[in-house]
Nanobody, 123 residues
Framework: VQLQASGGGLVQAGGSLRLSCAAS????????IGWFRQAPGKEREFVAG????????DYADSVKGRFTISRDNAKNTVYLQVNSLKPEDTAVYYC?????????????????WGQGTQVTVSS
């Protein structure tokens, strides 16, 4: 499966964006999907994950209540709605798919990665 993230941009603190992860391949709906982010000089970190059906989601503590992950398998797309953005949310955001049965928080569990989309939050 090939993934392509989009929707990033430059926003002021408190603003919102909707990130999209578009996938190719008829088997997209089989895969749990995770969103990760990586800021300059920092390790890639888990942001949110969603099960193959969309019935189960998980979030990093730092984004709970502000970010929402969802998916539309008919459109082969996973979304990450990011609200109440803070300067510390500035990073390149990546989506990834795993052959595991669960959207684990470890990047090592993921098999397919998109190219990333930049989110920059100004104070």
């Amino acid at each position: 499966v090939q993934l392509q993230a989009s929707g990033g941009g430059l926003v002021q603190a408190g603003g919102s964006l909707r990130l999209s992860c578009a996938a190719s391949g008829r088997t997209f709906s089989w895969y749990p999907i995770g969103w990760f982010r990586q800021a300059p000089g920092k390790e890639r970190e888990f942001v949110a994950g969603i099960s193959w059906s969309g019935s189960s989601t998980d979030y990093a503590d730092s984004v709970k209540g502000r970010f929402t992950i969802s998916r539309d398998n008919a459109k082969n797309t996973v979304y990450l709605q990011v609200n109440s953005l803070k300067p510390e949310d500035t990073a390149v955001y990546y989506c990834a798919a795993t052959r595991s049965t669960y959207a684990y928080t470890s990047a090592n569990e993921y098999n397919y990665w998109g190219q990333g989309t930049q989110v920059t939050v100004s104070s």
